[in-house]
T-cell receptor, first 113, second 119 residues
Framework: ELKVEQNPLFLSMQEGKNYTIYCNYS?????LYWYRQDPGKSLESLFV?????AVKQEGRLMASLDTKARLSTLHITAAVHDLSATYFC?????????????FGQGTTLQVKP | DTGVSQNPRHKITKRGQNVTFRCDPI?????LYWYRQTLGQGPEFLTY????????KSRLLSDRFSAERPKGSFSTLEIQRTEQGDSAMYLC?????????????????FGAGSRLTVL
């Protein structure tokens, strides 16, 4: 059974600092997604990583994928308050060809001025 | 393209009552998913449709839960004899289906969710 684990689960950081969120998954998968969720809102797609070594960047966020280690990272550069949200990684469950996603527990990021 | 629409956005009900949620996916999307999210957790898969066919149900889904997608467009999720443990956000997501090749991102687009509170 595919399991996805994120750490840390909660992250409080100062504006301007850098930090990394880690996402580990237990079985082989060919696609990994990062989503953002603001309080009371739905999930917004940030990145899709399709192959080993893939790196995607958008503004102060950069995501990477190492399929051999079954690890993805979401790196935050020079954090700003607007990045405060909960970030989820999700992995495609390859069994059954349904395209369903298995989500991690989420990392709640709080950026303080 | 108006996105994935869910209603009602909030539902408060008494234990034992039945509730139904509706999801209208993006019009050209043939795949539709229902997820449940409780406070502080990631979304948990419930069930999946390709067009009108329900192709997978989570083992976590009790017999009190039923979902339909009668014409391959909108979907409904019904919970019968609600229990307090059913209180959660119910999320619907849709996608156009598996696309092969480098562009095969198959991103799920989520609706805003329907929040259920069972008293």
């Amino acid at each position: 059974e595919l399991k996805v684990e994120q750490n840390p689960l909660f992250l409080s950081m100062q504006e301007g600092k850098n930090y990394t969120i880690y996402c580990n998954y237990s079985t082989t998968s060919d696609r990994l997604y990062w989503y953002r969720q603001d309080p009371g809102k739905s999930l917004e797609s940030l990145f899709v990583l399709l192959s080993n070594g893939a790196v995607k960047q958008e503004g102060r966020l950069m995501a990477s994928l190492d399929t051999k280690a079954r690890l993805s990272t979401l790196h935050i550069t020079a954090a700003v308050h607007d990045l405060s949200a909960t970030y989820f990684c999700a992995v495609v469950d390859g069994s059954g060809n349904t395209g369903k996603l298995i989500f991690g527990q989420g990392t709640t990021l709080q950026v303080k001025p | 393209d108006t996105g994935v629409s869910q209603n009602p956005r909030h539902k408060i009900t008494k234990r034992g009552q039945n509730v139904t949620f509706r999801c209208d996916p993006i019009s050209e999307h043939n795949r539709l998913y229902w997820y449940r999210q409780t406070l502080g957790q990631g979304p948990e898969f419930l069930t999946y449709f390709q067009n009108e066919a329900q192709l997978e149900k989570s083992r976590l889904l009790s017999d009190r839960f039923s979902a339909e997608r009668p014409k391959g467009s909108f979907s409904t999720l019904e919970i019968q004899r609600t229990e307090q443990g059913d209180s959660a956000m119910y999320l619907c997501a849709s996608t156009i289906g598996l696309v092969q090749g480098p562009s095969g991102a198959n991103v799920l687009t989520f609706g805003a969710g329907s929040r259920l509170t069972v008293l």
